[in-house]
């Protein structure tokens, strides 16, 4: 059954490739009268739609797109199967499901009519890790185009776990390879693709599998840290819940052994836990104390896998602001970028109301939020689907400021797996076959985020200004536009938290004296060691004697400010207690590790009395108070000691 209605002359107004839409438009009963005001009224309902009764049959309307010549039917949700999801339904005598059928004012193509059959077809494969063509290494969150080669338009999936992928597209001529292969990956050319498909409707072409191998051999773990609330809120709220979101990942070509994920959060915050966390792959409840709370990956963590934890808490008055937790992934020996290990989480309690908005860290001093030139900015995209249903596909399109440096884009963590394309200063990530529950259905599921980091252009005078907000698309339904966040660049001094700690020797990390290293000339300070040292808190600019009484990590955090302008706060990990050296192979090298600060490792050739330690020639890595090294293997014995003491 053919619609009827206006189709609209304007440019679509999603940033979706392919959309067309049927214009909102209200159709008069005199048709000859087109040119009347009431002509740009939005649609709503079917008589606005079809100018005329309900028929007396079941009839649906179905959001559909115009790709190749053919209406491909979407988005097909799960629930429904292999029949496309309908906006609405009507019973044939006398009601509508939803009640009052609503389309989006911006406009839509619609079908309305019997259920119709799918016509999408599916393009599948998998992706697999090696050197040659019988690697059976899966490979996953690999992206992989379908490009329609005359609509211009591309699909994608991603690879799961097992290496799997699947796309659905309308049919039509298609290129399907790999998309945007990350620095250091190469596809196996001798091993397939790129493939030539042409599609048919309700068509299956299995068995496009791709081969990538690393030209770059390296480790890189990464981890981020997010938090969500229940709707409606976006910031902690005391009384109320607030749900930890750690994502982790294997962002190098390497398996890598032991891997460890660790959460500090403020030990002088009381929570209470709601309900066992939830880990896919699954990793327990976690293991921990007062302030800590670490999980062990039991396997080794492979090339471009990833997972996720989560936990809700429910924070019990009184409570700190402002709000610090700390994330960090390990080991770290031979890892070759070290600034993603670890995710710093800091937050006002301030109980405000947003289910879609974006947030920039650091926020900046005053309204205007000023930052020194060169300063680094964090954004935070969260979403979460408040619609009665569940959406197949979610799409961001945020456009940077022209004062940003779009080449220093570094993407710090996802919810679901996307495809991030960058044109200009433009971008725009695709969540394909997310299948984003409703907030009605699912509150914590129903959620999800974007984060990035981006530096401005180094050429920006004092005073440029620095703004940015992003559109939300849920399926075909009209963007949800963020907040607008400012920063402007100034020539003033701003507040910089850094500082360092040295154990007093003997003293087992117990006893520490901490220095400021921010430069900030005339601040105050405001330091806090947590609720198991005296002082808890100190306002000089270098604590000397600071002492912990309970072994282990401990969290310490230093806010500084000038005038009435904080900075936020620096964060560290403090580690109580005599360090043990730990030794292990990994990829037939020796590996050596400890956490606690101000040791020295030392090696020597004999081990006798009077033997004479010298320092290490290795080079030590080291975040927070996690230190190691990689030595190489050979036939000459050495051994190896930690010492407070310098030789």
């Known amino acids: 059954m053919v619609f009827t209605g206006i189709l609209g002359t304007e440019a679509p107004q999603s940033v979706i490739q392919g959309h067309w839409y049927l214009r909102g438009r209200q159709?008069?009963?005199?048709?000859?009268?087109?040119?009347?005001?009431?002509?740009?009224?939005?649609?709503?309902?079917?008589?606005?739609?079809?100018?005329?009764?309900?028929?007396?049959?079941?009839?649906?309307?179905?959001?559909?797109?115009?790709?190749?010549?053919?209406?491909?039917?979407?988005?097909?949700?799960?629930?429904?199967?292999?029949?496309?999801?309908?906006?609405?339904?009507?019973?044939?005598?006398?009601?509508?499901?939803?009640?009052?059928?609503?389309?989006?004012?911006?406009?839509?193509?619609?079908?309305?009519?019997?259920?119709?059959?799918?016509?999408?077809?599916?393009?599948?494969?998998?992706?697999?890790?090696?050197?040659?063509?019988?690697?059976?290494?899966?490979?996953?969150?690999?992206?992989?185009?379908?490009?329609?080669?005359?609509?211009?338009?591309?699909?994608?999936?991603?690879?799961?776990?097992?290496?799997?992928?699947?796309?659905?597209?309308?049919?039509?001529?298609?290129?399907?390879?790999?998309?945007?292969?990350?620095?250091?990956?190469?596809?196996?050319?001798?091993?397939g693709g790129p493939y030539g498909i042409t599609a048919i409707a309700a068509g299956s072409y299995p068995g496009n599998n791709f081969r990538e191998r690393p030209t770059v051999v390296g480790r890189d773990l990464a981890v981020d840290l997010v938090s969500f609330f229940p709707y409606p809120l976006r910031s902690p709220c005391c009384s109320q819940n607030m749900t930890y979101v750690i994502t982790y990942r294997n962002a190098g070509s390497l398996p890598i052994n032991g891997v460890q994920i660790q959460l500090f959060f403020p030990p002088a915050q009381t929570y209470n836990f709601v309900g066992n966390p939830i880990s896919v792959p699954i990793l327990g409840a976690g293991l921990g104390f007062a302030g800590f709370r670490f999980w062990n990956y039991p396997v080794p963590l492979l090339a471009h896998q990833s997972g996720y934890i989560k936990f809700t808490v429910n924070l019990t008055p009184p409570c700190t602001t402002p709000f610090v937790a700390f994330a960090e992934i390990t080991p770290i020996a031979g890892d070759v970028r070290l600034n993603d290990n670890i995710s710093t989480l800091i937050q006002n309690i301030t109980c405000s109301h947003d289910p879609n908005d974006m947030q920039v860290d650091p926020q900046g001093c005053g309204p205007q939020g000023y930052i020194p030139a060169g300063q680094p900015l964090t954004y935070l995209v969260r979403f979460q689907n408040t619609g009665n249903g569940p959406a197949s596909l979610v799409v961001i399109s945020n456009l940077l400021s022209a004062n940003l440096d779009v080449s220093t884009l570094q993407v710090l963590g996802s919810s679901h797996p996307n495809v991030l394309q960058v044109q200009g200063n433009q971008l725009v990530w695709t969540f394909p076959n997310i299948n984003l529950p409703a907030q009605s259905t699912d509150d914590l599921g129903s959620q999800g985020y974007v984060k990035y980091r981006v530096s401005p252009l180094a050429a920006d005078p004092a005073g440029a200004v620095i703004t940015n907000n992003a559109a939300i698309y849920f399926d075909l339904n009209a963007p949800v536009l963020t907040v607008t966040t400012t920063n402007t660049i100034t020539a003033s001094p701003a507040p910089v938290a850094s500082f360092t700690v040295t154990p007093v020797v003997g003293s087992a990390g117990q006893t520490n004296n901490f220095t400021y290293t921010g430069g900030s000339t005339g601040a105050t300070y405001?330091?806090?060691?947590?609720?198991?040292?005296?002082?808890?808190?100190?306002?000089?600019?270098?604590?000397?004697?600071?002492?912990?009484?309970?072994?282990?990590?401990?969290?310490?955090?230093?806010?500084?400010?000038?005038?009435?302008?904080?900075?936020?706060?620096?964060?560290?990990?403090?580690?109580?207690?005599?360090?043990?050296?730990?030794?292990?192979?990994?990829?037939?090298?020796?590996?050596?590790?400890?956490?606690?600060?101000?040791?020295?490792?030392?090696?020597?050739?004999?081990?006798?009395?009077?033997?004479?330690?010298?320092?290490?020639?290795?080079?030590?890595?080291?975040?927070?108070?996690?230190?190691?090294?990689?030595?190489?293997?050979?036939?000459?014995?050495?051994?190896?000691?930690?010492?407070?003491?310098?030789?």
């Open 526 to 647: 405001l330091w806090n060691f947590g609720p198991n040292a005296t002082p808890a808190t100190s306002t000089n600019q270098n604590p000397a004697g600071v002492v912990f009484t309970n072994q282990g990590d401990q969290m310490v955090t230093l806010q500084v400010s000038l005038g009435d302008c904080p900075s936020d706060p620096a964060v560290q990990i403090v580690t109580v207690g005599v360090p043990t050296l730990n030794a292990q192979v990994v990829d037939g090298q020796l590996v050596l590790s400890w956490k606690g600060d101000g040791y020295h490792l030392q090696e020597a050739g004999v081990l006798q009395p009077g033997t004479a330690w010298s320092a290490t020639s290795a080079t030590v890595t080291q975040i927070d108070s996690d230190y190691a090294t990689t030595l190489p293997l050979n036939s000459n014995a050495k051994y190896y000691r930690l010492s407070q003491v310098a030789p």
């Open 27 to 191: 159709i008069p009963s005199d048709t000859a009268n087109l040119s009347t005001s009431t002509f740009n009224n939005p649609v709503h309902s079917w008589h606005d739609l079809m100018a005329s009764s309900e028929p007396a049959f079941p009839v649906s309307i179905y959001p559909v797109v115009i790709a190749g010549g053919a209406i491909h039917f979407e988005p097909c949700q799960p629930q429904f199967g292999p029949t496309p999801a309908p906006l609405a339904t009507w019973d044939g005598v006398s009601s509508w499901n939803p009640l009052f059928p609503t389309l989006n004012a911006a406009g839509q193509v619609v079908w309305i009519g019997p259920p119709p059959p799918s016509t999408s077809a599916t393009i599948s494969g998998t992706v697999y890790q090696g050197i040659n063509c019988i690697s059976i290494v899966p490979l996953q969150n690999w992206t992989v185009a379908a490009y329609n080669t005359v609509t211009f338009v591309n699909y994608f999936g991603i690879s799961g776990g097992n290496g799997n992928y699947s796309i659905k597209v309308p049919p039509g001529t298609y290129t399907v390879s790999s998309y945007n292969p990350p620095i250091g990956w190469l596809p196996v050319a001798t091993c």
